[in-house]
T-cell receptor, first 116, second 115 residues
Framework: DAGVTQSPTHLIKTRGQQVTLRCSPK?????VSWYQQALGQGPQFIFQ???????QRGNFPDRFSGHQFPNYSSELNVNALLLGDSALYLC???????????????FGPGTRLTVT | AQSVSQHNHHVILSEAASLELGCNYS??????LFWYVQYPGQHLQLLLK??????LVKGIKGFEAEFIKSKFSFNLRKPSVQWSDTAEYFC?????????????FGTGTRLKVLA
């Protein structure tokens, strides 16, 4: 049973560039959430995708956008990169249960983005 | 706004010592509570979770946590730590906000266990 996978593992970009990160959810999961984890901090919620639509969003600017594909995989796009965007980007997948209070999330290993 | 506070940022213990990591959240509605662990070089893994029922929850590797609703707390405990418990521990709350649920993580506690 494949867990959550993310690519690439590491990425180095220059300020002003754009980046796309990819995530494949755990088998059987239909919901993908993205988090930003800065050094020494806990993960910060960026947004969540379900049924190919953004369902929830944290306090991140519009430079952060995403997409979910019919096979439930997802992309995170960040435009006009800033030095402060350097972080570990985590993808988490879950199975949305109708009427449930919570979806247990499974995390991937993350993509380490460095902006120079 | 909802928040999660982990009071201890760094904890150093000797093997066989008892562990208690504090977690408090600020939200008055229905919450679901989690503890995650991140071992060096590995990704976040779920230790235990509380949704409802018995407020004392047992997780993997001998960890347990107690939900005390009146104190908005969900402290993590282990009677006797091992060197392999060296890791970073995150408390997380899944709470309803604006009609939907989202995870809110604490800033984490780095535990170092001395052999």
């Amino acid at each position: 049973d494949a867990g959550v996978t993310q690519s690439p593992t590491h990425l180095i970009k220059t300020r002003g560039q754009q980046v796309t990160l990819r995530c494949s959810p755990k088998s059987g999961h239909d919901t993908v959430s993205w988090y930003q984890q800065a050094l020494g901090q806990g993960p910060q919620f960026i947004f969540q995708y379900y049924e190919e639509e953004e369902r929830q969003r944290g306090n991140f600017p519009d430079r952060f956008s995403g997409h979910q594909f019919p096979n439930y995989s997802s992309e995170l796009n960040v435009n006009a990169l800033l030095l402060g965007d350097s972080a570990l980007y985590l993808c988490a997948s879950s199975l949305r249960t109708s009427g449930s209070l919570a979806d247990e999330q499974y995390f991937g290993p993350g993509t380490r983005l460095t902006v120079t | 706004a909802q928040s999660v506070s982990q009071h201890n940022h760094h904890v150093i213990l000797s093997e066989a010592a008892s562990l208690e990591l504090g977690c408090n959240y600020s939200y008055g509605g229905t919450v679901n509570l989690f503890w995650y662990v991140q071992y060096p070089g590995q990704h976040l893994q779920l230790l235990l979770k509380y949704f409802s029922g018995d407020p004392l929850v047992k997780g993997i590797k001998g960890f347990e946590a107690e939900f005390i609703k009146s104190k908005f707390s969900f402290n993590l405990r282990k009677p006797s730590v091992q060197w392999s418990d060296t890791a970073e521990y995150f408390c997380a709350v899944n709470a309803k906000a604006s009609g939907t649920y989202k995870y809110i993580f604490g800033t984490g506690t780095r535990l170092k266990v001395l052999a």
